[in-house]
């Protein structure tokens, strides 16, 4: 299983980003998809999920600017980044809800002016 995250960049305060992760190899309908993200010098945190049944649900930091949607058809899993604020600056990656697949290389995510 390979996951390739993209859509990461440069952003200024405000400013809006739609992450990507293709996961191939697998199919990844029947599991319930995070997205995570890891800053420099913290932990990897979990920022949003998504059920198999299409449910999202985010972490206080991001809910209202943030929004989590799957293509199953494609086995890519999204993330819409809205207001982004300069604390959102991490590499995002995405996984399994039981962290079941290899972490992929993530997309980075800096917001600055």
């Known amino acids: 299983v390979q996951l390739v995250e993209s859509g990461g960049g440069l952003v200024q305060p405000g400013g809006s980003l739609r992450l990507s992760c293709a996961a191939s190899g697998v199919i990844f309908s029947p599991y319930t998809m995070d997205w995570y993200r890891q800053a420099p010098g913290k932990q990897r945190e979990l920022v949003a999920r998504i059920t198999t049944g299409g449910s999202p649900h985010y972490v206080d930091s991001v809910k209202g600017r943030c929004t989590i949607s799957r293509d199953n058809a494609l086995n890519t899993v999204y993330l819409q980044m809205n207001s982004l604020k300069p604390e959102d600056t991490a590499v995002y990656y995405c996984?399994?809800?039981?962290?079941?697949?290899?972490w992929g290389q993530g997309t980075q995510v800096t917001v600055s002016s």
């Open positions: 996984n399994r809800a039981d962290l079941g697949f290899d």
